[in-house]
């Protein structure tokens, strides 16, 4: 089995910066694409920000300019720097990754347990 773990959560005030690190660990062989989702109070789950393993990103158009998604294949592990955080950029953070599992090389979608962020006035 194959488990995300996200950290880096937290309060911060508009205009204020925080970073999110999601460490995969497991039986993995491959991974193809790490993202970030988001979901907000009373709203549906949505993609915020992918990499690929080739390192070609997406951002969602109200991020863009102002989040950045990294990775270290090394280490399994996605980032994401958040900067000129806006109110609307509250709501839980979910690691997302497209896993080759090691056994069967069977292509797994794994979810992290998420991160809360609060920009708060």
């Known amino acids: 089995q194959v488990q995300l773990v996200e950290s880096g959560g937290g309060l911060v005030q508009p205009g204020g910066s925080l970073r999110l690190s999601c460490a995969a660990s497991g039986s993995i062989f491959r991974i193809n694409v790490m993202g970030w989702y988001r979901q907000a109070p009373g709203k549906e789950r949505e993609l915020v920000t992918s990499?690929?393993?080739?390192?070609?990103?997406y951002y969602a158009d109200s991020v863009k300019g102002r989040f950045t998604i990294s990775r270290d294949i090394a280490k399994n592990t996605v980032y994401l720097q958040m900067n000129r955080l806006e109110p609307e950029d509250t709501g839980v953070y979910f690691c997302?990754?497209?896993?080759?599992?090691?056994?069967?090389?069977?292509?797994?979608?794994?979810w992290g347990q998420g991160t809360q962020v609060t920009v708060f006035s």
């Open positions: 997302n990754a497209d896993v080759v599992e090691s056994t069967r090389h069977r292509v797994e979608v794994v």
């Open positions: 990499i690929t393993r080739p390192a070609i990103t």
